[in-house]
Each structure stands twice: as structure tokens, then as C-alpha cells.
């Protein structure tokens, strides 16, 4: 078990501190889950005005070379070439069985900018693992560059666009998923509009050196406070975003996870640039005949709150599955959660029970999101 000595810290580590966070360890890192105010209100803080998250754990990877965009569509089954310059994308490792290794932000940052020729966010458990993938399969093909030099800010909420701007006016013409340079705070950042709460709002990539200042300057907007994990996690649930390690890994596929909107037509059977990545046979197969097993949302129709791991069962008590992911959504006020169900039990207002403390509680298929995106399109 780790000691506290033992965890890596963020460039923000003693600002978070200093703004008393109760820090737990998360991926290797310490990381803070939440400050004084406590969870919901940081939860609540996102939806009605703007939080800013550190998630500088996260893996920043620069892909460089003219063959990059072809290179990385040898390991995902989303569509890099034709990413347009300044926009970002959704995409996934697979595996040799249509397992999903990562899940990952890819964005093509315009050429000059020294953000390299793709720039990649991959999840911190992984980022090791990603960063050998990546060399093994294509370093041959392009520069594959980790920069571990960088933090990564997450301002996000309904008025994050309006705190940002006074840093720097030009990103209120962002749209979703729209990727720039901008300097903030005389720091030197590749900026995007996208998140992991279902809200607007924008990452930040800037130098590790830099972050404190960056952050400070955020925080120091009225609409601005800092949120920890506890409240993204709740977040994210809420907008029904899969976690990596909880709600997809390699042994789901992007089929069984709902995941099939990120692959493009024309990787898709039939595409002009179809197949060629591991596990497109195994996804092929599932994207025509249907998955056995499909990622559902549930809502509760008690005030318990069902947590990860307990078990989905039928009216008749015979296993289902297990929740990937659940809480009390503080935005829905009722409890949510998702799990993995044969696909004749998905239909919307089935109903089925959690397993929780010898009790079996009565959850309804509902669909994700639970709590409405609200992105800038």
C-alpha cells in the first residue's frame, strides 16, 4: 500500500493544500477529492457558475511527423486523418479482442505551435502503458513525445467562458471541441472547449512552472472555485461519461460501452479506410450483429444510493450484472448508476433490483444522460 511519501504531486499540489483540500491517493498522485465546502457544494458550484479541477495527472503526449494522423489509426477506430486543424476528438485504444485499452482526447494543434502534429490526453493509470503502445507500434512512424513538463487545468461550468475571457477574450468564439493557443496569465497554453462534466468549459494545457500563477488568476474570477475529484467524478456520472477501469476496459468493447458514436463511417465496414486497428474484426462483428451486453443507466427508485459493485438482478433474482459506476446525483436528486445488462434488458423502464446490504432495491433503465449536456455546439 502506498505512503503518502511515496505519491507523486501535481504542480498544484501546495496550492491545494494551502486552500485546504483533504488529499487522497488517485492513480499514483495525491490528489485532492474535496475542499472545505465539501462535495456537493463543488458539485453544484460547476452546474450554476465555475469549478476548476487539477488534472494534471492526466498523460500529455505529442505526436510529430507527417505520418502521425495515419500512424495513430493503426491503434484507435476513429477517424485522425481527416481531424481538421484546431479541432479535437474522442477516441480509444483498442486491443486484439475489441477490448478498450484507453480511452483518450486526441487534437490537431495548428502547425508552428510546438504543440506537436497531434496532441494527446490519455488517463493517468494508464499513461505509462499508453506511452509504450505508442513507441512500440508507431514510434517507427513519428516522434512519439510524453511532456510530463506540463499541467493540465480543468475550468468548467456555465460561466467558465466568461471568467476565461478575461484572460483571454478570444476563446468566447470556441466552439465545442475547438483546440487553440492562447496566453493566459502570461503563460503560454494550448486551450480546449471540452471537459468531463457535461458542462461547457475548457482544458487547459500549460506549463508546470506556470500552473500556480494560471490557477491563481482563475481562481481569483467571482465565478471561479476550485473543485475536487469527489464533485468530477459525481459530475461525470451524471452526464453518463464512462470512467476508464470502472465503466470500460479491456475486457468492453466500444459497442457494449455506447461507445459507437466515436467511430466514424469511414472507418467503419464498407469505409474507404476501414479495419486496420487491433480488434476490428471482433468491433466490425458488433457494430453489425448487435453486442450480447450494453452499458444501461439505471435510477433508483429508492433514496439508497447503489454503489459500484453491487449486483443487478431480475425479478426472479437470477445475476444480470454488476454496477460499473453510482451515487446520489446531486443535480437529478435521485440515485444513478450504470452496469452492464444482456441486451434484452435494456430496454428504457425496465426494471430491475440492486443487490445492496441483503436488500434488493428497484432500479428503472433510464437513458444517459441523467443530467443534460451542455456544451457550446
Known amino acids: 500500500m502506498s505512503t503518502a511519501t511515496d505519491l507523486l504531486q501535481t504542480p498544484l499540489h501546495n496550492l491545494h493544500l494551502r486552500l485546504g483540500a483533504r488529499m487522497v491517493p488517485f492513480a499514483g498522485y495525491a490528489m485532492p477529492v474535496q475542499y472545505a465546502g465539501g462535495l456537493i457544494a463543488e458539485h453544484r458550484h460547476c452546474r450554476e457558475a465555475a469549478a476548476l479541477f487539477d488534472v494534471s495527472h492526466m498523460g500529455q503526449v505529442k505526436l510529430i511527423g507527417a505520418d502521425a494522423a495515419a500512424a495513430l489509426e493503426t491503434l484507435v477506430p476513429v477517424d485522425v486523418i481527416d481531424l481538421g486543424i484546431g479541432r479535437q476528438r474522442y477516441a480509444f485504444f483498442t486491443n486484439a479482442s475489441g ?174 479506410r476501414a479495419g486496420g486497428y487491433p480488434g476490428a474484426a471482433a468491433i466490425e462483428k458488433q457494430l453489425a450483429a448487435g453486442p450480447p451486453s450494453k452499458r444501461a443507466g439505471l435510477v433508483g427508485l429508492e433514496r439508497a444510493p447503489v454503489r459500484e459493485g453491487a449486483a443487478i438482478v431480475d425479478a426472479h433474482g437470477h445475476a444480470l450484472g454488476k454496477v460499473t459506476s453510482g451515487t446520489l446525483g446531486p443535480t437529478v436528486d435521485q440515485p444513478i448508476a450504470m452496469a452492464y445488462l444482456p441486451v434484452n434488458h435494456t430496454q428504457p423502464q425496465h426494471e430491475v433490483y440492486a443487490e445492496v446490504r441483503g436488500r434488493r432495491l428497484p432500479m428503472r433503465v433510464a437513458p444517459m444522460p441523467f443530467a443534460p449536456h451542455r456544451y457550446k455546439r
Open 99 to 272: 477490448g478498450i485499452l484507453d480511452d483518450l482526447m486526441i487534437a490537431r494543434p495548428a502547425a508552428g505551435t510546438g504543440f506537436g502534429d497531434l496532441l494527446l490526453v490519455v488517463n493517468a493509470g494508464c499513461k505509462a502503458a499508453d506511452i509504450v503502445h505508442l513507441q512500440t507500434n508507431i514510434g517507427t512512424r513519428c516522434a512519439v513525445v510524453p511532456v510530463p513538463d506540463r499541467a493540465l487545468l480543468a475550468l468548467q461550468g456555465p460561466q467558465a467562458v466568461v471568467a476565461l475571457a478575461r484572460l483571454a477574450p478570444g476563446v468566447a468564439g470556441m466552439a465545442f471541441m475547438d483546440g487553440a493557443v492562447f496566453e493566459l496569465a502570461g503563460a503560454r497554453c494550448f486551450v480546449t472547449r471540452s471537459g468531463y462534466t457535461g458542462e461547457d468549459g475548457f482544458e487547459i494545457s500549460v506549463a508546470a512552472e506556470q500552473a500556480v500563477t494560471l490557477a491563481e488568476a482563475l481562481l481569483a474570477q467571482p465565478e471561479v472555485k476550485p473543485a475536487g475529484l469527489g464533485a468530477r467524478d459525481t459530475l461525470r456520472l451524471e452526464a453518463g461519461l464512462c470512467l476508464y477501469g470502472h465503466d470500460i476496459d479491456t475486457t468492453t468493447s466500444p459497442i457494449e460501452a455506447g461507445l459507437q458514436w466515436a467511430i466514424q463511417k469511414v472507418r467503419r465496414a464498407g469505409g474507404a
